[in-house]
């Protein structure tokens, strides 16, 4: 498995940074084959939250992958007018075993017809927004739908990853990458995030 | 509060990139003053799991700061014998109200003697190891000792930057920063991780 990770200015660092994690120490001990950061060209960018970041290649350069992970963020509202990224999506993704989002890359997706017929979720502050294109949008930490998976914000797409990793390598490989990141959160909660306005419905039925 | 998030080659992504995630919302909102990725020299460093990132400022031209925090990975094993690494650790700790490791970054902090007679802890695979340098080790997904707060490996910086956040700014501002990332994750573990080989107690305990 050679998996693809899409980036542009204005990602949101985690988006990318968590599921890359959970890869890395299958990468390691050749269980993928490989994984990559692509963006439109090869150029320091500066994420969400001001990280800066170098993609491996370009576009135009880009190895061969099986999988696609597309992460959101506030650059997402440029980028699904950016003809160039979604039809780098869009072609790409055909030739995909699986495609992957999180947080609002769920647009990007939508945008390159993937979500088309399909359920899918988002950012919570995003939920909305995203039924309005004609979604089928659901309130899960994450869905899958075939061969399409999305989750919800930022660390969600930790969530993910474990399950699709599970899915596609087995609950060893999983289990592997979910030790070697030791990710084994405490759970805790501060405040009280059910209650709050925009709250997702997997926390709501959680509480 | 301005924090600096320490970085070298062979950091790893998540311990610097998760935490990083949970204080950016809180600059966007003016909560957190300031936060900023330094380095030794401002030229691309390539993680442990091969992104590659490019720090904002370079030991001799770092602004002043309040918070340090200190990611691990394997790079900690050459940095550990980088007096110019270790120096600046030292002397900037020492105007800094509180100090942060996350995973083996603790051992980064023991060598700048940060961890005298304190309780730490650190990744799993490392608890041994941190114990061997005469520090009070336990096995927690993190602690605090006074200034100084370490936590368990990789995604553990997360629980640990929220919980630091409660303490220096407040319950509100930690549950925004929780909800802002969505973290809110599943909980579900893949195998048997407190059978595991190495697994810590606070995951022994919690089965």
Same mark, same amino acid.
């Given at each position: ?45 500066? &994420? #969400?939250? +001001?990280?800066?970041? =170098? ?5 135009? /350069? ?7 992970? !597309? ?59 995203? &039924? #309005?294109? +004609?979604?089928?949008? =659901? ?5 899958? /739908? ?7 914000? !930022? ?53």
């Amino acid at each position: 498995m050679r998996i693809a990770f899409l980036a542009f200015d204005g990602v949101e660092e985690l988006d990318l940074a968590g599921p890359w994690e959970l890869c890395g120490s299958l990468v390691d001990t050749g269980v993928i084959e490989k994984a990559f950061v692509v963006a439109e060209k090869v150029q320091t960018l500066t &994420c #969400a939250r +001001g990280l800066r970041m =170098v993609p491996h290649h370009a576009f135009d /350069d880009c190895p061969d992958f099986d999988v696609l992970l !597309v992460p959101g963020g506030p650059g997402r509202r440029l980028e699904v007018d950016n003809p160039v990224l979604v039809d780098f999506v869009r072609m790409r993704a055909a030739q995909c075993s699986s495609v992957l989002s999180v947080c609002t890359g769920a647009f990007i997706l939508q945008k390159a017809g993937l979500l088309e017929g399909r359920r899918a979720t988002t950012y919570w502050a995003a939920l909305e927004e995203l &039924c #309005a294109l +004609g979604v089928e949008v =659901v309130e899960e930490r994450w869905v899958r /739908d075939g061969t399409v998976w999305t989750s919800s914000g !930022v660390s969600a797409g930790m969530d993910l990853m474990l399950a699709f990793l599970a899915d596609a390598l087995g609950e060893d490989a999983a289990a592997n990458a979910q030790f070697t990141a030791e990710y084994f959160p405490d759970g805790k909660r501060y405040g009280q995030p059910e209650l709050r306005e925009g709250a997702p419905g997997y926390l709501r039925d959680d509480a």
